[in-house]
């Protein structure tokens, strides 16, 4: 692999050389948001194609908003950093994108002091092909360990600190056997993958959780509605969804810019519907994926094309 390169403190760095204080409160509270955003290669026109790279970087304004975050950069600069950065670090394979907004003052004391605080933004690559299996079908489990709530740490804002809801649910679940995790809101609604949102199929019909039961509003979750309803001719109904729901499904899967589209096949060990990946399932899956590959041209508007020359 060629030298890497990450960008901080307002620069192209090598990758070694990027790192940060042990005092950053970022690193002290968690005080930081995120987003993934995934390239794929595109052999036949040598370029990278980023899915929805300027949406990413709006729910990234939003969520710095939400914890009053100042972002250094329009949304515009960031975009163009994170292409200028596929071409340095010569992405010529499916790349996962990793943008940060952090805290970036060297203090004591949790509050979020503003205006007169120091922010900054963050950015690294890394290979990725797949994050969960989309072929054969996933087990996962209902977690014994509950969603956050808006009051307490938003879903919606894509907070570091907030993830270690994440780590509990999928390493235990992983501990348990299974691929990955529902997780459940207080209320015990189904509330949403370790780091994914969850459809189910019923009747025909696609169900989701609405964004009020403490889910992240997933890009993937936005494009496979859209695709379903434009593409299929399916609806997708957003409303609370309980955990026997997931038991009696016909067909289930997980959405995501990593996961991508995931069959699940079996929930707490009971299989769903025929237990084999399920017709509708498949064909959301296959058109997700020509849809990041560029394949499908009423959706090049999502797809933010850039050249990757080899050297
Ligand atoms: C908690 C959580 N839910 C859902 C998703 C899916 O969101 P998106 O499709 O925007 O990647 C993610 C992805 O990172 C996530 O972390």
């Given at each position: 692999m060629s030298q890497q390169y990450a960008y901080l403190r307002g620069e192209f760095l090598p990758l070694e050389d990027a790192n940060i204080n042990i005092r950053t409160h970022a690193f002290l509270y968690g005080t930081a948001v995120f987003e993934g955003i995934k390239a794929y290669w595109l052999p036949e026109t040598q370029e990278m194609a980023v899915f929805r790279v300027y949406d990413h970087y709006r729910r990234l304004s939003q969520s710095s908003h939400i914890l009053r975050?100042?972002?250094?950069?329009?949304i515009d600069a960031m975009v163009d950093i994170t292409l200028q950065l596929i071409q340095k670090n010569q992405c010529r394979q499916d790349t996962y994108i990793r943008p940060i907004v952090y805290k970036?003052?060297?203090?004591?004391?949790?509050i979020l002091k503003v205006p007169d605080t120091k922010d900054d933004f963050c950015l690294f690559t890394v290979p990725m092909a797949g994050?969960?299996?989309?072929?054969?079908g996933i087990h996962v489990g209902v977690s014994p360990w509950r969603r956050l709530d808006d009051n307490a740490i938003p879903a919606r804002a894509k907070v570091n600190g907030a993830y270690v809801n994440t780590a509990l649910a999928k390493t235990d679940g992983a501990l348990c056997g299974f691929d990955d995790v529902v997780v459940l809101t207080q209320e015990g609604h189904v509330a949403e993958g370790s780091a994914m949102n969850l459809f189910l199929v019923r009747n025909g019909q696609l169900l989701t959780s609405p964004v009020?039961?403490?889910?992240?509003?997933?890009i993937t979750r936005h494009s496979v509605i859209t695709l379903a309803e434009r593409e299929l001719g399916i609806q997708t109904l957003c409303r609370p969804l309980d955990r026997t729901e997931l038991y009696i499904a016909d067909e289930a899967f997980f959405v995501g810019t990593a996961t991508e589209v995931a069959p699940i096949t079996k929930f707490d060990h009971r299989p769903v519907g025929s237990g084999q990946v399920g017709a509708i399932t498949r064909q959301i899956r296959d058109l997700y994926s020509k849809v990041v590959h560029g394949l499908l041209p009423t959706y090049e508007e999502w797809v933010t094309r850039v050249k990757v020359a080899s050297l």
């Open positions: 975050l100042q972002l250094p950069l329009s970036a003052d060297l203090r004591i004391g949790p994050y969960l299996d989309t072929e054969k009020s039961d403490n889910i992240l509003e997933g």
